[in-house]
């Protein structure tokens, strides 16, 4: 059976199923979603992030980010759409897609990449997508940089970190 035709109402009550509101009141201020938008689509993003060892841009040889190649997951463990970046794009399987532009983050603990607040542009494709205001990044786990020499030696390497991170999306209500 195919996703690929999934309307944007059955994606959402795949996705969405029992979604509680109560675990946003845990939700740090600075990735708060603005009063005004209701919970769309609920998913976990399971995947990995690519870092680079090389020259950053304030001149010294680091882990540099790459981009983030993630399945986004309902809350059975199907796939319902990718998470992929440079720029980070976030699909559904019905071919609606988002960028975005980050407002905010906050930390989540040792070993685990931010929690994160995204504004979304606006929709390219009609489906799940569509009407998107805002993306947070909730319950990260791993994703962070490797602890593995970086340096002039090293440079050109590259490291694949695996994470977990729920993605919660919002629509204006």
């Not at 609606?96 to 983050?105: D, E, N, V, Y």
């Amino acid at each position: 059976m195919t996703l690929n035709h999934l309307t944007r109402t059955a994606l959402a009550a795949a996705v969405i199923a029992s979604f509680s509101h109560a675990a946003l009141a845990d939700v740090p201020a600075d990735v708060q979603v603005p009063d005004g938008n209701t919970v769309a689509l609920e998913t976990v993003g399971v995947g990995a992030i690519t870092y680079m060892c090389e020259t950053n841009d304030s001149g010294d040889v680091a882990w540099v980010f790459k981009g983030p190649a993630a399945a986004l997951n309902d809350g059975e463990g199907a796939q319902v759409g990718s998470y992929y970046g440079p720029p980070a794009t976030w699909e559904a399987f019905d071919g609606s897609k988002i960028t975005g532009t980050q407002l905010a983050t906050a930390a989540n603990g040792d070993g685990n990449i931010p929690l994160q607040l995204v504004e979304a542009n606006p929709a390219e494709g009609e489906g799940a997508m569509t009407g998107v205001t805002y993306i947070q990044r909730l319950n990260t786990e791993g994703g962070v940089a490797p602890d593995a020499p970086c340096d002039a030696d090293h440079e050109g390497a590259t490291s694949v970190v695996t994470y977990q991170a729920d993605y919660i999306f919002w629509t204006a209500e």
